[in-house]
């Protein structure tokens, strides 16, 4: 058997950690002093991978870590002892041990919750600490913001369960600005009627890429949510976070695997959805939707072969994708080819791609799959 890292590579990632340290360094610089850094490293740290990216996470300062799930923050434990960690989704009751064993923040929306949790904190002889959420007009998890207060007593009354933040979720940061405003007047007057909290002593926090554009900053909040901008991508095409002049730390390349020419007329790949209306020279790459290049991409996107846009022609195939490269005189086997990344001085975005594939960055880096190999470029770079 070989390694399949001693491989030569056909489709592949590149992660730049050195870029995600930078990106990381420059958001808290754009932000008042007092903010403190949650990096949202939920879903393999965005397609990023979890382990590398988060150590480097941790190396540039984060103050916290938000993960989805038990697995998640028990391979974020691995790496970094001691590392607070919040779990953003519900945790099941069978789960609930584990929130002691690696000493895990749980989100409450419940009372149930505070039961369960104060029960975990009880057994295990020291309390558990929650952050509260506070449901806004998310209508996701969350207590709703008219009855907040009550279960703000509830964990307040609970021994063995200790309030350690009060936070919402924003569901239109990027293109609802009224209605994120009255996410922000809901989640306030909550905290107004929460009586004897200590706002200062907690993390108090909303906002994600995307709210950091509306950041009041007055006010109670004193930390960030952040995943997407991290990794050196805009919530939106229009956002004025470009100002903060991140950089991609992901790209994704695949090789060509046969050059060959097809007269004009021809049919290409299953359905015969393209026909070339006239000779040309196609290549053939080594990825396919096997690989994490979407179907709907189908005749829609365009790589990058010697620093020229190739356009996808006919359904892209599990493990191949035939593109035209009749304007590359030097194609050739072997070539790389850029799905995701910059060629020379030509780039194509992951936002450009995921307007392609009809969906949004954050579901294109988690689509990339378990084949693609993740190479680090771990240089310090600072
Ligand atoms: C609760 C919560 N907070 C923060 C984030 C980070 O959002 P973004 O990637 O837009 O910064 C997410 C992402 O899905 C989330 O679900």
């Not at 903010?35 to 150590?55: I, N």
């Not at 369960?116 to 904190?121: E, N």
Request: proline share 5%; aromatic share 6%.
């Amino acid at each position: 058997m070989f390694a399949a890292s001693r491989l030569p590579l056909r489709c592949w990632a590149e992660i730049d950690l050195a870029a995600l340290e930078r990106n990381l360094r420059l958001i808290r610089a754009s932000l008042p002093s007092h903010m403190r850094y949650v990096a949202v490293v939920k879903a393999d740290a965005y397609g990023h991978g979890l382990p590398q990216a988060a150590a480097r996470l941790m190396h540039a300062g984060a103050d916290l870590f938000a993960v989805a799930n038990i697995a998640e923050a028990a391979a974020l434990r691995e790496i970094g002892p001691g590392w607070p960690i919040l779990l953003l989704s519900p945790i099941l009751p069978e789960e609930d041990p584990y929130l002691a064993e690696y000493d895990l923040i749980a989100t409450v929306s419940t009372s149930d919750e505070v039961q369960r949790f104060d029960a975990v904190g009880r057994a295990s002889g020291r309390p558990v600490t929650v952050h509260l959420k506070i449901d806004t007009g998310m209508g996701r998890l969350g207590v709703w913001h008219e009855q907040a207060e009550k279960l703000y007593d509830e964990i307040v009354a609970a021994k063995h369960v200790k309030l350690g933040g009060v936070f919402t979720h924003f569901c239109s940061p990027d293109d609802d600005l009224p209605f994120t405003a009255e996410q922000r007047r809901r989640f306030l007057a909550a905290l107004d009627r929460c009586r004897g909290i200590q706002l200062n002593q907690l993390f108090i926090h909303a906002d994600n890429s995307a709210g950091l554009e509306t950041l009041e900053k007055a006010g109670p909040f004193n930390a960030v949510r952040i995943g997407l901008l991290q990794f050196g991508i805009l919530p939106h095409s229009h956002s004025l976070l470009a100002q903060v002049k991140t950089e991609p730390v992901f790209s994704f390349r695949t090789r060509v695997g046969i050059v060959k020419m097809l007269p004009k007329g021809t049919t290409i790949s299953y359905g015969r959805t393209h026909t070339l209306a006239h000779d040309s020279k196609v290549a053939i790459l080594t990825a396919g939707y096997g690989d994490g290049i979407p179907r709907s991409v189908s005749n829609r996107a365009s790589v990058l072969i010697r620093g020229v846009r190739c356009p996808v022609l006919g359904r892209v195939t599990m493990d191949q994708t035939i593109v035209d490269v009749s304007d590359v005189p030097d194609a050739a086997r072997g070539d790389e080819s850029v799905i995701v990344g910059r060629q020379g001085s030509a780039e194509i975005s992951i936002s450009e791609f995921s307007v392609w594939a009809d969906t949004i960055p954050w579901e294109t880096l988690c689509s990339v799959t378990k084949r693609v190999p993740r190479l680090y470029k771990t240089s310090l770079g600072l």
